[in-house]
């Protein structure tokens, strides 16, 4: 198979595989090796324009063990070639000897791979911003040239629209999604309403038994414990109701709304864990806890910050759950402390801030996924527990309304620990 014979296969492959349904990351990852196979490279990389940072974030680089050693992984727009790249929206072929420019030095220096050859080419169709850019280096036999460019080329262009069409239809199922949340949390509002109403009634009945039993102290206390025990249920409804607007309010794209009161938060933080130690249990995860019981009051919305806990104790026991055995739970069924991984939630005033950590003991993930996690565009990861990935959204969403910052410590096979830094309102 000549050259020619050998780039317009690669093309066609691309071409299938990313007209083919599937997780277009992984698609994106088979291309970048279709290309760097076709055109005899030695390895490459594809950068993922980020409008609001201005930088362009590595996405994939072949080969992987070059991963770990990047001194960074984003840059500048208009840094270096992959910027030049993207700012012409011209393909660039490049021979370099050892007076290179700073940036490519400094990933030479920390990968040990040193680049003589490279191609770069603007990921986009015609008449269309670039949203990022292929890079290849070392041609193995030669030097890259007008053939490899126009297959390139070619699979940039089926690359940026199946990316553009990927994002349509994950954005319409989310839409989509958020409607039917919408109308669900308008019905469970009105179902709220009807049962606080029931309440309130139970709450005169009560207060009538106390009178009539105010000379039997056990008729007495049964009314005292029932009194208390809706509290907690009137509480609960509280919460149902709450949840069931700032669903409607997210649904609709309305500015979400905190109610702030100053209160401490550890008492919200450990409640809205312990609401989960039964679905913990249920997969052999143990919750644990370590929570400040002295950390000062701080103006919060105990709804959200309830909401946040919960949303990110449930993502951490679904990733414990992804390491458990097959056969795990079945063999130690019998066993009420059968326990296999666990969570720690923990939640401290350090430094001016009201730092709130869910640490959990499952497989981890790398760090460009940490990011995409961040950036509100990764869907749930795991095989056993599936998701939309609008838990972690929620949660860097109501963070955002208290100016709270959300950050990932992870890697692969250690766990992942998930931090939410709020700054102290007195």
Known sequence: MDTNERLLHATQLAARK?????????????????????????GGTIYL??????????????????????????????AGVAGQAWQTRQTIISKFDENSEETRRQ???????VVTTMITVPL?????????????????????????????DTVASVSTLAYLNSRLVEESARASSLLGMGKVGHDIGNLAASLFANISFVEITLSGMKDEFIENEMALGYVESLASMLTE??????RIVGYSRLISDLSAGRELRPNMQLAPMAETIQTAAAYLESEGRKNCVALRY?????????????????????????????????????????????????????????????DGKHVIEVKDSGPGMPVDVAERIL????????????????GTKIVLELATTHEGNVSIDSSPGKGATFRVEFPHRP
């Open 18 to 42: 990313l007209a083919s349904a599937g997780n277009f990351d992984q698609v994106l990852r088979d291309v970048l090796g279709i290309c760097i196979e076709a055109v005899g490279a030695y």
């Open 49 to 78: 324009h980020d409008p609001a940072k201005k930088r362009l974030l590595f996405h994939h680089v072949f080969p992987e063990t070059v991963w770990e050693r990047l001194p960074f992984r984003e840059i500048p727009d208009d």
């Open 107 to 113: 990933i030479s220096d920390a990968t040990g791979v």
């Open 124 to 152: 986009m169709m015609a008449d269309e911003p670039p949203i990022g850019v292929v890079q290849l280096i070392n041609k193995k036999e030669g030097v890259f040239n007008d053939s490899d460019a126009a297959v390139l």
């Open 233 to 238: 249920l009137q509480a609960s409804v509280d």
């Open 290 to 350: 370590e929570i400040d019981k002295g950390a000062p009051a701080t103006h919060h919305d105990e709804l959200y910050i309830f909401r946040i806990v919960q949303n990110l104790v449930g993502n951490a026991i679904k990733a414990v759950k992804e390491t458990l055995p097959e056969d795990w739970q079945d063999q130690f069924a019998e066993e009420d402390e059968a326990i296999f991984g666990e969570v720690v939630v923990s939640y401290h005033f350090v």
């Open 375 to 390: 950036a509100g565009n990764a869907r749930s990861q795991w095989d056993k527990g599936s998701g939309s990935g609008w």
